[in-house]
């Protein structure tokens, strides 16, 4: 059965996780996975009172990420609730610079029905194998990145749009916000999945993330969460 969280940043959004994870841990069985993850990024703060259910959760993952990555972080914390002064943190997650991006934003779609499409590519795999041995597939990784900009006067939508802009096989950028980190400065959260044989995180953020022409908006990018799919 496909189950679909849509606007997380809204209380109506909050209301479909509190429900489903009653009696439950994880969102998708009984280990922290990357559902989690791509949910919790989704998830604008740790919500209220009003939602215990998904608040412990919020904590849980948070937890997991903080002892997963012990180094220190200037200017992040992790595991916790960014404070607020005056302002309400109720800012949407950050418009992708594609429409499908920004449907991958609001709608979560965890257990997913095959396809048409699907079925059939399943089934030329198949029949493929009977004349050719299939070449061992590469593993899969899902990376949460945090992006720093220079200062408040940087254009985060351009920040983004650079960002998205590095392309290369094996690297498929996902779901973003803008979480402010004090002083009137953002950085830009953003999920990617990566085929490990293909992509080297550490020379996607040196050689590309930022080097020119990106380092115009990019001061620095962290590595928040990674792990294996």
């Not at 990555?69 to 594609?98: D, W, Y």
């Not at 953020?205 to 990018?221: A, F, G």
């Amino acid at each position: 059965m496909a189950i679909t969280f849509s606007n997380l940043h809204t209380e109506e959004g909050l209301k479909d996780v509190e429900e489903h994870l009653s009696g439950k841990t994880y969102i998708s069985g009984d280990q922290l996975s990357v559902d989690d993850v791509k949910v919790y990024a989704a998830v604008l703060e740790k919500p209220g009172d009003g939602f215990p259910n998904v608040s412990k959760w919020y904590d849980t993952v948070a937890s997991h990420l903080a002892k997963s990555f012990p180094g220190k972080a200037v200017g992040v914390k992790i595991g916790g609730c960014v404070s607020q002064s005056g302002a309400q943190k109720a800012e949407a997650p950050a418009t992708a610079t594609a429409g499908a991006d920004a449907d991958d934003d609001d709608d979560i779609d965890l257990f997913a029905d095959e396809t048409e499409d699907e079925k059939k590519a399943a089934e030329e795999r198949e029949t493929a194998k009977k004349d050719t041995k299939k070449p061992k597939e590469s593993g899969k990784s899902s990376v949460l990145l945090d992006v720093k900009p220079w200062d408040d006067e940087t254009d985060m939508k351009k920040l983004e749009e650079a960002v998205r802009s590095v392309q290369m096989p094996g690297l498929y950028w996902g779901a973003s916000k803008l979480v402010p980190v004090g002083y009137g400065i953002k950085k830009l959260t953003i999920m990617m999945t990566i085929e490990d044989d293909l992509v080297s995180v550490d020379n996607l953020i040196e050689d590309h993330l930022t080097s020119e022409p990106n380092n115009e908006y990019i001061q620095s990018v962290d590595i928040v969460a990674f792990n294996k799919i």
